[in-house]
């Protein structure tokens, strides 16, 4: 059963959410995935997904940070200036409201806790923070992971420094896309720590699995190579696809599933089904 939500967090910001597999609610595990950047819960293949593992008897959730951009539409760009606004900061810290909102019952009451997270892309390092920081994630899974977000250039940051923003393109959408400078200087003032994913995949105690398109050309397979060479290896598990880039050769709109992607999932099932389900 598929329903939606709406939740609001402390600042009043809203958080639109879609649950897949509602009746599964009480009694089972519950897989939180995280979108990134640019992205949404209905974007491509996240609706297919949280499907899936639904049909495989979990209580999914998937949604939208409240300044991702993406507002009442749920599939196009109508919320500009939140997206300018927006801070990775905020994120985790909505990440992390939202999983108490979960254990807290706003969904209704359930008698299995055990959470997994699984994000992709720049969602994948807030899975990774997220999951260091506390001590109810039961497994981590992450897809076409960053592992790092200090991502700029000297010449870009001055640049974003002086003009007050910098103007990403969306490629679908031709949407020329602004980020304040707050975005910029909220990386910089928590690189060390806060937002330090190399220190947070060092100090991951739950099962971890790495999944990488090896022709990922949005964030280098070399990335993934890096968050491994930190984490644990009895608990960390790198998976590389061949022949793939950064979203398994999914589109948007969805156009329907390939072996890349589902090779990606079923992976990720058989290794959510090994940690999370008794």
């Known amino acids: 059963m598929h329903k939606e939500f709406v939740l609001k967090t402390k600042d009043d910001d809203i958080l639109r959410v879609s649950v897949d597999g509602f009746e599964n609610l009480i009694l089972s595990p519950c897989l939180i995935i995280v ?37 009442e539409s749920l599939t196009e760009f109508d919320e500009l200036e939140k997206f300018a ?22 969904f209704g009451k359930h008698e299995n806790s055990t959470i997994g997270i699984l994000g ?5 390092g807030l899975s990774i923070l997220t999951a260091s920081q506390r001590n109810d994630i039961s497994a981590v899974a992450v897809w076409s992971s960053v592992s790092d977000y200090d991502r700029y250039t000297e010449r870009q940051k001055n640049e974003w420094k002086r003009n007050g923003y910098f103007e990403v393109m969306n490629s679908r959408t031709h949407q020329l896309m602004r980020q304040n400078y707050s975005f910029l200087e909220d990386i910089e003032n928590n ?4 937002l330090n994913i190399e220190k947070a995949a060092g100090e991951l105690k739950c099962p971890f699995l ?23 290896k009895e608990t960390t598990k790198l998976v590389k696809i061949p022949s793939t880039g950064h979203t398994f050769n999914a589109k948007h709109p969805f156009e329907g599933s390939n ?15 090994r940690n999370l389900i008794n």
Not at 120 to 124: D, K, M, Q
């Open 259 to 273: 072996s890349k992607l589902d090779m990606a999932l079923e992976m990720s099932l058989e290794f959510f089904n």
């Open 85 to 106: 606004k927006n801070t990775l900061s905020r994120e985790l810290n909505e990440l992390s409201f939202f999983i108490d909102s979960y254990k807290n019952g706003f």
């Open 120 to 124: 992709h892309s720049r969602g994948g």
């Open 210 to 232: 790495i999944v990488h398109g090896e022709q990922d050309l949005t964030v280098p397979v070399k990335e993934a190579d890096r968050i491994f060479s930190w984490s644990n």
């Open 191 to 194: 690189k060390e720590d806060k």
């Open 35 to 71: 979108h990134g950047f640019k992205g949404f819960k209905n974007w491509g293949f996240f609706p297919y997904v949280a499907e899936r593992f639904a049909k495989k008897g979990y209580f999914v959730i998937t949604f939208n940070f409240s300044h991702n951009g993406v507002g």
